[in-house]
């Protein structure tokens, strides 16, 4: 794999629906947003802030993967990532700042956004960072993270935590937003609020439909 060692950035996500039932076997509908935490290499000879618990956890699974001497195990070492879009006033908005920072770095790392080598790194080491908190997550905001768009996602049969979900990318009408929040304007001027509301109320809708249907393939 090439490696182009600069930068890299990752969103974060909204879950619309299964969130925790996505843990026991269910499918889950997440969609990125636009705000994205932003991963740099720093040279030689600069100085790096400490890691933090997902910084390290990204540099030891890339040590695992790739080997001491790689330049990818190297590039792990001297990253650091902004995250603040992801805040407000230095409070966070709970839409996955840790999975966007932990995607950010290892898409930085490795010179590469191919997802079928982000996605297992990046899953692992957000679970390892995790796990001493006695924090389970689903993995659902690191595929977000990967993925981008509107996703619906599904653990394997018999996987671990360990193991990243599976993936089927999902589609909304182009255009809609911008149609029926104009037309809806003059009348509400809540119109943006309420648009996202429905949104909401039709990601429920597609988590049950999801429930209901085969489970999805990873994307290719």
Known sequence: MSRVPVGASAPGKVLWAGEYAVLDGAPAVVCAVARRAIARIMPSGVRVPPL??????????????????????????????????????????????SAATTVAAVTAALGSADPAHVHPIAHRAHAAAQAPRGSRGSGADIAASVHGGLIE????????????????????????????????????????????????????????????????????
Do not use: C, M, N
């Open 52 to 97: 933090s618990s997902f910084l390290a956890a990204v540099r030891d699974q890339i040590f695992a993967t790739y080997g001491p001497g790689a330049a990818e195990t190297r590039a792990a070492s001297r990253i650091v990532v902004d995250s603040s879009a992801l805040q407000q006033q230095g409070i966070k908005l709970g839409v996955g700042s």
């Open 153 to 220: 996602v599904v653990r394997p049969p018999g996987a671990d935590d360990a193991t990243p979900l599976l993936v089927r990318r999902l589609t909304l009408p182009v255009g809609l937003t911008p149609v029926l929040v104009s037309l809806l304007l003059p009348l509400d001027k809540l119109a943006p609020a309420h648009y996202v509301e429905a949104l909401s109320v039709l990601g429920v809708g597609i988590g049950i439909y999801s429930w209901r249907k085969a489970k999805p393939h990873a994307i290719p």
